[in-house]
């Protein structure tokens, strides 16, 4: 197949190439046939010429029986030439419409006739007046067959021009019929190898669109669509390519402000408890009794905290085990966790639909509730509502929507929430790591978090998650 390249620009070549030879032919096919008419018609004068020639003939013949003037004779004699000149000038076209024979026999049949007119015209009536009449019979008699036969041959000339008409008809209806058939298989094919290549690829396109990373197949041999779809492929190696890149280097910097974060927390309270041990070890025979019982309890409040950071991070780095949950059951345990904690001034509702099943780590989708519901809490100064709402969206995405009517927050602090122990909150209520962690789970689940906050109006927490990570249940 060397020299020769499938592509669109060529098919549309041929189909249109295609396409004007079937319009020049039909139009040819029509100019043939019409061009035959025409010829015919021009034969069918001379045949109702012969016809209407042999009437005259006649006349003439009848008028001299009648009146016998030379005058007629020579008339009738006249006609009589020109119709054997016709016959002989068009034997051939005439033998193709009557039965040879026929035509044969009309020929012999004026020639009788002319010569018993002369026999006729040279007799003396008045001494042969029995002879003259049988001759006359005679002569009656060939006339009338010569008519005769001239007028079959006018009508078959008639209904042969009446197919012939008709047959052009048919063929130009026809050819209409053939044309818009052509085109439409002409359309079709342009469809198929040009329109439906497109279609897949648009289709492809979407799909990644959607977030499905898969590379284009190969739509069609067609030369464009071919180095289309490899464009399209080696940009989107690049881009995963680079993106897998941002990742590695995102993922280090986190781990790094974690550590970090870890560190720093965890130096915080074991200083802390370290001060009050060595003041403890100094003043341990002083002081008094309620002193070193208030030490202690510091030093208890410090290692909970310490201990309480840890295991958030062991949390958090713990693989977990995917299986089929039901979202509203998560939701719903989730809520009993922190029943107690629901200030009687704020009110939680829930709108999630019973059939949404997930494939996820059930015991992190539900921290994942409980951290966003905590805040929401945490958000409402006095009365307040949190709503919790989750729907199918487009493309298998579970959409789940966490709303609180708290204070809000600033731009500044928006961009910085997901970050690990950034927090707004005394050392006491939080260390500024919920929200990393709900944004941990989200990624490990192939979803998505945003954020929608208005200081004084309150803020959402939008989470897609795909439903394609659903395992088949069996
Ligand atoms: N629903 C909310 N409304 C207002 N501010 C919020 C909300 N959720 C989170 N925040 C802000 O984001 C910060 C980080 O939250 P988080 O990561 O959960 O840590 P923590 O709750 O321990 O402070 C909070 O201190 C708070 O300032
Ligand atoms: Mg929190």
């Known amino acids: 197949m060397l020299g020769f390249q499938s592509s669109i620009r060529n098919k549309v070549n041929y189909a249109y190439y295609i396409g004007i030879i079937i319009v020049v032919g039909i139009s040819i096919l029509n100019y043939l046939n019409l061009m035959t008419i025409n010829k015919k018609a021009e034969f069918s004068f001379i045949v109702s010429d012969l016809f209407d020639t042999t009437l005259e ?247 909970d905290r310490a201990k309480d950071i840890v295991r958030t991070v062991l949390e958090f780095s713990r693989a977990g085990k995917k299986e089929n949950v039901n979202l509203k059951n998560a939701v719903n345990e989730s809520l009993r966790l922190i029943k107690g904690e629901i200030p009687s001034k704020i009110e939680i509702r829930m709108e999630v639909p019973d059939d949404i099943v997930l494939f996820a780590d059930k015991q992190k989708l539900q921290q994942v509730f409980l951290n966003l519901i905590k805040n929401s809490m945490g958000a409402i100064e006095g009365e307040g509502k949190v709503f919790i709402s989750a729907k199918k969206g487009k493309g298998n995405i579970i959409e789940i929507e966490v709303r609180d009517t708290g204070i809000g927050m600033e731009p500044e602090i928006v961009s910085k929430i997901f970050e690990p122990f950034f927090t707004k909150k005394d050392t006491k209520k939080g260390y500024g790591l919920g929200l990393f962690v709900v944004h941990n789970i989200i990624e490990k689940h192939g979803g998505t978090i945003d954020v929608e906050s208005q200081v004084g109006y309150g803020t959402t927490f939008l989470i897609r998650l795909p439903l394609k990570e659903r395992k088949d249940e069996e």
């Open 57 to 303: 003939m006649r006349r003439f013949e009848k008028n001299y029986f009648l009146y016998g003037h030379k005058e007629d004779y020579s008339e009738n004699l006249r006609f009589t030439e020109r119709s054997e000149d016709i016959i002989k000038n068009n034997k051939e076209a005439i033998e193709k419409l009557a039965i040879k024979a026929d035509v044969y026999a009309l020929d012999t049949d004026i020639r009788e006739y002319k010569s018993l007119m002369q026999k006729y015209f040279e007799q003396d009536k008045r001494h042969a007046p029995m002879e003259t009449r049988t001759l006359e019979e005679r002569i009656r008699e060939i006339g009338k067959k010569i008519v005769t036969s001239t007028e079959a041959i006018s009508v078959a000339e008639r209904k042969y021009m009446q197919t012939l008409i008709e047959r052009s008809q048919r063929i130009l209806i026809f050819s209409g019929i053939f044309l818009i058939i052509a085109g439409f298989f002409i359309a079709e094919y342009l469809t198929r190898m040009v329109i439906r290549p497109l279609k897949l690829l648009e289709e492809s396109m979407q799909k990644i669109a959607n977030g499905e990373f898969s590379f284009i197949p190969v739509l069609s041999r067609d030369k464009e669509l071919l180095s289309l779809s490899k464009a399209i492929n080696t940009m989107l190696v690049e881009l995963e390519m680079r993106q897998r890149h941002l990742v590695q280097s995102e993922k280090l910097a986190s781990i790094g402000t974690l550590l970090f974060g870890v560190a720093h927390e965890i130096n915080n309270p074991l200083s802390n408890i370290s001060t009050s041990c060595q003041i403890l070890k100094e003043e341990i025979e002083e002081a008094d009794i309620e002193y070193k019982r208030e030490l202690l309890s510091q030093i208890e409040a410090e290692t």
